[in-house]
């Protein structure tokens, strides 16, 4: 990519791609394609860590009689593909709340302004297309994309269910 002759606004829109692009394919893999496991390695390992938290937290002690230590479901699914007994049940019980949360996700738009919340951190907002013109209602319903770097990975989603940085924890705040 030739960034030559490119007005400064031109070349923030540009380097800004990469964050979006991320943004888009992890909404593209929930609400597009309907699959958590696929937007899971789309994900911070620490909003994985404090999903599963919030899903385990009122249950920690059915998880131990089942022979599952709650500490140890959590590290397993902080990873790209979790491969615990597990993640089917998550998977099952998660997926229909996220998706009617926010349907049609995937065919949203970002918005022009993204917010430097660290240096390796960004914050998003997706919104439905409006219908016409480019002023969107008041009260539209919009998605929050709080999105952390890391060197290695890429751009990931570090929470979509708000915009506060998550905090893993028992109960995790999110």
């Known amino acids: 990519m030739n960034l030559d002759g490119l007005t400064p606004q031109q070349m923030e829109d540009a380097l800004h791609s990469a964050v979006c ?7 593209r893999a929930l609400w597009g394609e309907q699959s958590l496991t696929k937007a899971w390695p789309l994900t911070d390992p620490e909003l994985r860590r404090c999903m599963a938290q919030a899903w385990l937290h009122g249950q920690k002690d059915t998880a131990y009689r089942a022979g599952f230590d709650p500490d140890d479901v959590v590290e397993a699914f902080a990873a790209d593909r979790p491969d615990h007994p597990l993640w089917c049940v ?4 998660q997926l229909p709340d996220l998706l009617a949360w ?5 065919e949203w738009m970002v918005t022009a302004e993204h917010k ?3 240096l390796d951190t960004e914050l998003l907002y997706m919104l439905p297309r409006p219908a016409e013109g480019d ?8 998605l929050p994309l709080v999105m952390r770097h890391d060197e290695r990975a890429g751009w990931r989603v570090l929470n979509f269910l ?3 940085l998550p905090e893993p924890g028992w109960p995790p705040r999110m």
Do not use: K, M, Q, W
């Open 116 to 118: 430097l919340i660290a």
């Open 102 to 106: 926010r349907p049609g996700a995937h």
């Open 135 to 142: 002023v969107v209602p008041v009260g539209t319903p919009f």
């Open 162 to 164: 708000s915009d506060a």
């Open 90 to 93: 998550f998977e099952e019980l």
């Open 21 to 27: 692009n991320a943004g888009f394919a992890f909404t």
